[in-house]
Nanobody, 123 residues
Framework: VQLQASGGGLVQAGGSLTLSCAASGHTGRFYTVAWFRQGPGKEREFVSA????????KYTDSVKGRFTISRDLAKNTVNLQMNSLKPEDTAVYYC?????????????????WGQGTELTVSS
């Protein structure tokens, strides 16, 4: 399984950006894709996740109402639409895949990771 994350960049506070995670390889039919982020001097934290088969979504409280995770079934891609961005959203964002149909919040449980894409939100 290979994951390719893209879409990071520099944006002003209040702006929007979409991250994409393209999955390839033997993913199977049932798996979960999650986004994590790691800010400067911080631990990696769960942001959002979606189950591929049922489209169940979860978000961490700090991004609820601002971020939307979605699947593009045709492109085998998971997108994270981020609106109303804040400086505290600044981090390297990683997508990860777990070969299961249950959303897991702990980074250590994910075996497959993308390379990370950096988001900087200026105030």
């Amino acid at each position: 399984v290979q994951l390719q994350a893209s879409g990071g960049g520099l944006v002003q506070a209040g702006g929007s950006l979409t991250l994409s995670c393209a999955a390839s390889g033997h993913t199977g039919r049932f798996y979960t894709v999650a986004w994590f982020r790691q800010g400067p001097g911080k631990e990696r934290e769960f942001v959002s996740a979606v189950t591929w088969s049922g489209g169940i979504t979860k978000y961490t409280d700090s991004v609820k109402g601002r971020f939307t995770i979605s699947r593009d079934l045709a492109k085998n891609t998971v997108n994270l639409q981020m609106n109303s961005l804040k400086p505290e959203d600044t981090a390297v964002y990683y997508c990860a895949l777990d070969p299961g149909n249950t959303i897991i919040y702990q980074a250590r449980s994910y075996n497959y990771w993308g390379q990370g894409t950096e988001l900087t939100v200026s105030s």
